[in-house]
């Protein structure tokens, strides 16, 4: 989810450049930089780490004044957070400069047909090729936006581009498929940016692209044509927040807006993962196949929210695959002489990938000679380089420090992972892969949907503001939802919340229940768990019978429970084992507007780092 920055107009390119990339920091920060065009010329500087390490570069080498200019913030997918890697990339000649967002699936073959026509290709990214591939349609066009549209015709995969050439030294081009770019158009200036954060103090008024076109700039206006070189329209509208907002794009915090992109950050995670044999495909394995189908058990291990992912990557192993599965805190399970050998496959799940718990819990289990799986967000980051396979969610960064999107995220990997297990072991026949993954890409339609109806789950939520206890039930993979559930109201809130398994009730948690305590309570679907459905249900009237304010999730259709919900929550029918991509999303919500009318800081909360580095 990188930041991209595109200017033409009056001003030094390089400051409203900058300025953008400040405002889109949070989208990228593994690596920065930019390129401006002086004197028909290219310069460019760049540098991995945050914006501040390009910034002190530019203070020691200043680059050139000119009035176009490109930049970018950088999230790492193909290739480590370095030098090298970081954006713009140029060609061979230093004509072209291009940044880009997304993820190109066929640049392997690409890179290989250009490197037979003798190009030099320095780095490890699959952006590098767009711009070797814009430098060879330029020679022959003469015209940067038909070479945009020739290389767009040619590629696979979620992208935007943005690009200029020395050539035509007035004129930024940019491509979009499947990832955002919005236009900014100014008083004889033109602005692009995958966010109008990057140009908000400049002007409000702007054009969102469609899917596959293209948009030329120039100082006196923008052309917009389709892939084909058609012309086409962008939808124009005026932002009605001001720069003080912009670097949340207008949300009141970070969690708010990360909330809002989980739809488009599940479908990042399943971008690309069959395969042109309709297999499904890792990021990085380095385990055989013949490895796999000797592993006898599974462990996951990890921290926090990280861990209710992988209660629920349980149930999915051991139903795609009938390979045991145990699912072990990181931070006590090395110091309990776990049982561990060649046959253990350990699956370490991480959002940072820096986590020390789970990075101390995946070195306990290498040296017990066990292979290590990581689900990670990170790039580069020590847990998925010391691990023997790797599978990233993209979810973008996530600045706010309860974890949305990238539980999510986690929950589509932990779905792959399972698939891929029974994929390799011969549990699961292709078609039957296939069909799953299918039913995955629905799901963010379905958190859509849930996020259209959540007004009244903020009411209640305020008019529970002034209560100190909330407790959770579920079952099956609703139990580990409750648990995230009960997280997400602790870390933000600062209330008492407790999650139970709903079965569990009569032996012990019940005598909590009194009058008006909520307590919500997350329901299986009746079509594809009717028993467990029926006993939640049991559980529900037991609770309310006892005074309880009953909150109930339930999906679309289920009447069943009508009767004993105080409060109903309805969410789109899924598959039960896929229901928690769903039925956590209203949970996310609840807590983040309780802790707001509560006046809590939402996105730090109190004690709490984004990623815990220490044991």
């Known amino acids: 989810m990188c930041g991209i920055v595109g200017y033409v107009g009056p001003q030094s390119a390089l400051d409203v450049v900058m300025a953008g990339l400040k405002r889109l920091e949070y989208r990228g920060y593994d690596s920065a930089g930019v390129a401006v065009l002086a004197d028909g010329q290219l310069a460019a500087a760049k540098k991995a780490g945050k914006l501040v390490n390009l910034e002190k570069e530019l203070a020691e080498r200043p680059l050139p004044a000119g009035w176009t200019g490109i930049g970018h913030t950088r999230w790492a997918t193909h290739g480590a957070p370095t030098d090298a890697n970081a954006h713009p990339h140029l060609d061979n000649a230093g004509r072209v400069a291009v940044v880009h967002n997304g993820i190109i699936e066929n640049f392997a073959e690409l890179r290989g047909e250009l490197m037979e026509r003798g190009h030099e290709l320095t780095s490890e990214t699959d952006t590098e090729v767009v711009a070797h ?73 702007a054009l969102e692209l469609g899917q596959d076109q293209v948009v030329e700039l120039r100082r006196d206006g923008v052309t917009v044509t389709g892939f084909d070189g058609r012309p086409a329209e962008a939808r124009a509208f005026t932002v009605d927040w001001d720069a003080a907002a912009a670097e949340k794009g207008g949300y009141a915090s970070f969690m708010l807006k990360e909330i809002a992109e989980q739809p488009k950050a599940v479908f990042d995670t399943l971008l690309g993962r069959i395969d042109a044999e309709g297999n499904l495909t890792l990021d990085e ?3 055989s196949a013949s490895e796999l189908r000797e592993m006898d058990k599974v462990v996951i291990v990890a921290c926090g929210t990280a861990f209710h992912a992988g209660l629920i990557a349980k149930y999915a192993i051991e139903h795609f695959t009938r ?21 253990t496959l350990v699956i370490a799940i991480s959002q940072s990938g820096e986590t020390m718990d789970t990075l101390m819990a995946l070195r306990h289990a290498r040296e017990q000679g066990s292979k290590v799986l990581a689900i990670c967000n990170t790039n580069g980051s020590t847990i998925p380089r010391e691990s023997d396979a790797v599978l990233y969610t993209h979810a973008g960064p996530e600045v706010a420090v309860a974890s949305t999107k990238a539980f999510l995220t986690q929950l589509v990997a932990c779905y792959l992972v399972a698939l891929y297990l029974g994929q390799v072991r011969g ?24 996020l259209g109806t959540m007004e009244p789950v903020r009411q209640l939520a305020r008019s529970l503001a002034d209560r100190n206890t909330v407790l959770f039930l579920g079952r099956h993979v609703g139990y580990p939802v409750a648990l995230e559930g009960a997280l997400k109201l602790k870390e933000l809130a600062y209330m008492h919340a407790e999650g139970f398994a709903a079965g569990e009730l009569k032996h012990g948690p019940i005598a909590l229940i009194e009058e008006g305590l909520p307590v919500v309570v ?42 004993y919900a105080d409060h109903l929550v309805r969410i789109p029918p899924t598959p039960t084992l896929l229901q928690p991509l769903v039925a956590t999303v209203p949970l996310q919500v609840f807590a983040c507007e309780l802790a707001t009318v509560r006046g809590n800081a939402v996105d730090q909360p109190r004690n709490l780092a984004k990623s815990v580095t220490v044991e």
Not at 139 to 154: F, K, N, P, Q
Not at 442 to 450: C, H, K, N, P, S
Request: charged residues 30%.
């Open 323 to 343: 390979i045991p599965c145990e699912v072990e805190l990181a931070s006590e399970f090395r110091y309990r002489d776990p049982i561990l050998d060649a046959q």
């Open 133 to 205: 591939l814009l430098a060879e349609e330029f020679s022959a066009t003469a015209d940067l936006a038909e070479a945009m549209r020739l290389v767009c015709r040619r590629l696979k995969g979620a992208f935007t581009l943005v690009a200029m050439h020395a050539d035509e030294p007035d004129v930024v081009v940019g491509a979009r498929r499947n990832s955002p770019l919005v236009v900014g158009i100014g008083d004889g200036e033109a602005f692009l940016a995958s966010d109008v954060a990057a140009f908000i103090a400049h002007t409000r008024s």
């Open 522 to 563: 997350v329901v299986p679907s009746p079509r594809g768990r009717s028993l467990l459905h029926d006993k939640i249900v049991s559980n529900i009237q037991e609770i309310r019978a006892r005074g309880a304010r009953t909150i109930v999730i339930a999906e679309e259709g289920d009447e069943a429970v009508v009767p």
């Open 285 to 287: 394995v380095r385990i």
């Open 427 to 450: 549990t699961k026949w292709g078609d039957e892969v296939r069909a799953v993954v299918r039913d995955l890409a629905q799901i963010g339609d379905a958190v859509e949907r849930v």
